[in-house]
Each structure stands twice: as structure tokens, then as C-alpha cells.
């Protein structure tokens, strides 16, 4: 790896424990001065403050407000915690930095009794808030004094966050992988492992159309557009492509899914057989092989013909799907659900009881036109769905993203959850060895060039399952899935992604990592 982001800083990090231990018990001989805030970005208003601080005491302790206590804004904090405290610790007049695991500083008041406790101005303008009068009581108690400096100068994180929110992907996955002890060959030797794991797809297949054409004028006596057809390209979608990717990474997959006996059918069988995956379709008379088809003109897609029955699949199919469940040796079952027809509330506890015990379970809603439940797949082990259905599946149209997935995480009861959140990324929710708090990270997004955003949460599924398959690093499997997201956006269609593709995406980054 390059030069540690912290190497220089980390020393001044320190816990509440630590702190106590480094500073004394009053009465000190060097006079501690301790200051609380969110900090998502370091602004010179926050420089004021901690410089008159500094002014008042020996020593400096900043204390920062942990992730998952921050509500203020639906994707707050921009900057996480470990990098917060960094930025901090990298300012010379700032003697030690702690991560505030309270909602408020109260506990922390309370134990590490700093001899001031200093206040930005606003909290005393106009009277003291509650939360404020509480802290005063505590720092009085033990005999301490809060202070406030003065208000010549205000600035506010949000406001400057919402006019140019900074860049700091690169500088977030390089603290990520600090914090996780491996570097970006490992990420290319985890690539390596992919390599035949064994996976047992089902889901519904779609196939996705796209039929070019150029728009010659619309109609006098009624509004209608006079189109010029130009051709038409197929490709594999659905349940079918995340059987693809997983099988461009090196993966042997078997693919399991629901198609009707009509043209479409030939294209699937004959495009995943012809990618090396065993596919065993169960083939339905009753209904359409799904089918939706987007009419572009001029790089705009003016609308979408979609040939599909949604009705739910007959018992008789389903106790062929379970069948093929059970009996299917495997190392991972991905349900990749699009609600046309093979997973609804009747079906999915059917289909769930039939995975073999030990076999890594995998669940992705990806319901575009429709409604699924991604709470439908309960105590799954990896589940990947994107903000819109989670907050379905809440209820919860306010909460900010960590509480969303922090909700969303429980009530699921999963091991890991990658939560989508488009083009900022996605945010990881797991929890530790000995059951301690939920711990979430977020990945920014790769993408560097747009091209066509569609499949992107398949590549990522399948990239993810492989490498929680290879390493169970909840990290690896968050980056690696969120690269293979990347390079899906940067194609046109959705169309497999390779290990070469991935490759060439860590080379990239690195190259940034390096200022090269």
C-alpha cells in the first residue's frame, strides 16, 4: 500500500479509557479544555473555535459524534467517523481526538471531567437549549467550567456541503482498506479466488430490448411520432444476467428460472448455455418468456413495451424450483427477485426452506415496475437492495440513510447488507464478532464515465456473493462488488463483466491512490 493515511496522526486518536489514563484525574497540573461536535467538514469557523479554545487550557481533546448518532441530513455524515477523526488529529492545535459512541457528550463529560468544556457562541445567543443546560450541569457538578467563544465568525457544514459536497472517494476506500489490514493486491488476488465457486441462481429472467430508431415527424390530425426503425439488440436480463456475471468472474453456475415457449426462450437458453451455465429452465405454455423493450431515438428513450404475466407461478412449477433448490450442490443460493412470477409471499417461504443447511444465502430485490420485499427473504446472509426498497419495506420515507439501514438491517435479521444508493455508492451494515453494534461504511461511487446505469446492482451482486464466498471480508466484498457496479455504468447494455474489467478498475484507482 501507499504511505498510511494516519501514520503520522493516529497516535493522537485515542478511547475515552485512553484519554483518562493520558490526562490524570483532577485537579491536573495542565489544564484540559474538551470540544464536541459533529465536524463533517473542518471549516475555519471550527478553526476559530478550536484556537480559542486551545487559548484557554494545555490541552486540546476534540470530541467527534459517531456515525450512527448524526440525523441531520439523509446522507449524513459525508465524511465517516475514522476520517473525521483524522482530520482533526492533522490540526497541530488539537492535542487528542475521541469518537463520541454516545448520542451525547454527557457519559464522556462525566468520565474524562475536562477542566473546560468549550461552546460555539449560537448555543448561548439567544438562552441555553435543554441539551446544552444538561452539559452545564455535569461540567458544575464535578467543579469544571463551560465556556463559549465568540460568534465574530459562522459558518455552516450543511450549507457548504450542499453548494459543493468534496470528493473524498478515493481518500474514504484507502482509509477503508487501512482499517481492514490489506491493500489493493489483495483485492487482485481475491479476484483470483472467485474462480470455482459454485452458485445456484434463481430468479426470473428478463430480456431487455432496445430498438433504435430516428425520429421523422409526427402526425397533423393527431399526436402521433413517425418513427424510422433502425435495428434492434437483445441481451440477457433479470435473474439471467446475474447468472452471467457470476460466470464472467469464474464461477460455475447453475441457473435455475421460469420462461415461456416462444423465440425468447431459444435466445436465453442458447445465450447463458453458450456462456458455460448450466441452465435448467422450467418452460411455462401459459406465459411470455418476459420481455422489455426500449424504443431510443437519439440516445432518448421515448418508451418501453414490456410482454409479461406477472401471475404467480403454478405449484406445480414451484415444486420443481424447490426440488431444484434442494438437490443442486452448491456453495451459494442467489434468489435474484423481480416479481414476475416466481417469488411472491406464497411462494418464497417454499423456496426458502428448500437451501440445504450451510449453504451461503444470498437475496437481491430488483423491482423496477413492481413492488417486492426484500423483508420477505428473512436471516439471509448477504441481501443487496437498493434505498427506494428499503424504504418500502420500512415504511420509512424520512430517516436518513444509516437509519434506514440500520433498520432495515434488523428487521432482516441478515448477516450482511449492502445497501445501493446510486450514484453515492453504497453502505455496508454488518455486525462484528462478539455481537457488538452494527457497523456500517460507505464506498463511494467509481463510476467516471455514465454511459448506461442499467445492471448495475447485478454486477454487483454477483461480485459481492463471490468474494464474501472467498474471503467472508464484508469489505472486499463491498469494494470489489461496488468496482464491478462501476464498470456496468461505463458500458452500453447490460452486459458481463470480466476479471480483466475489475483489473483494470483497481489498476485505475490505485494509479489515483499514487498520484500517478
Known sequence: MT?????????????????????????????????HGVFDIVHPGHLRHLIYAKSKADILVASLTADRHITKGLHRPHIP????????????????????????????????????????????????????????????????????TPGDVVYSSSRIIDLAPPNLKVEKLQLLMEQESFGFDRLRETLEQLKG????????????????????????KTPTLSLLYGGRTDFIGGAAIVAKHLRAAGA?????????????????????????????????STRPTTNKNAIVAGGYRLL???????????????????????????????????RHGIFNRRTIPTLVNAIPTGVFRVADSQVASRWGNILDFQGFDLITPNEREVRFATGDQDSGVRPLAHAIYEQAKCGTLILKLGERGVMTCYRGDRDTPIFGYVVDSFVENLVDAVGAGDALLAYATLAMLATRSEAIATILGSLAAACECERDGNVPITLDDVRAKIDAIERLVHFS
Open 197 to 220: 465457486r459454485r452458485v445456484h441462481v434463481l430468479g426470473d429472467t428478463i430480456v431487455d430490448s432496445y430498438t433504435q430508431t430516428t425520429v421523422i415527424g409526427g402526425q397533423t
Open 252 to 284: 460455475e453456475v447453475v441457473f435455475s428460472t421460469v420462461l415461456g415457449d416462444d423465440a425468447m426462450k431459444d435466445f436465453v437458453l442458447s445465450s447463458t448455455r453458450d456462456s458455460g451455465i448450466d441452465t435448467r429452465a422450467v418452460i411455462d
Open 304 to 338: 418501453k413495451l414490456d410482454t409479461v404475466d406477472n401471475r404467480s407461478i403454478s405449484d406445480l412449477i414451484l415444486e420443481k424450483l424447490a426440488s431444484a433448490v434442494t438437490t443442486t450442490s452448491t456453495d451459494a443460493v442467489v434468489f435474484s427477485d423481480f
Open 3 to 35: 504511505t498510511s493515511l494516519s501514520e503520522f496522526y493516529r497516535h493522537k486518536i485515542k478511547t475515552v479509557d485512553q484519554l483518562v489514563e493520558v490526562i490524570g484525574a483532577r485537579p491536573r497540573a495542565r489544564k484540559v479544555i474538551m470540544c
Open 81 to 148: 467517523e475514522d476520517l473525521r477523526a483524522l482530520n482533526l488529529a492533522a490540526f497541530e492545535v488539537v492535542d487528542y481526538v475521541i469518537v463520541d459512541s454516545e448520542p451525547t457528550p454527557l457519559k464522556n463529560l462525566a468520565a474524562i471531567q475536562p477542566d473546560f468544556f468549550a461552546k460555539g457562541y449560537e448555543y448561548v445567543s439567544s438562552g441555553l437549549p435543554p441539551k446544552t443546560q444538561a452539559e452545564v450541569e455535569i461540567v458544575e457538578s464535578y467543579g469544571g467550567e463551560v465556556i463559549f
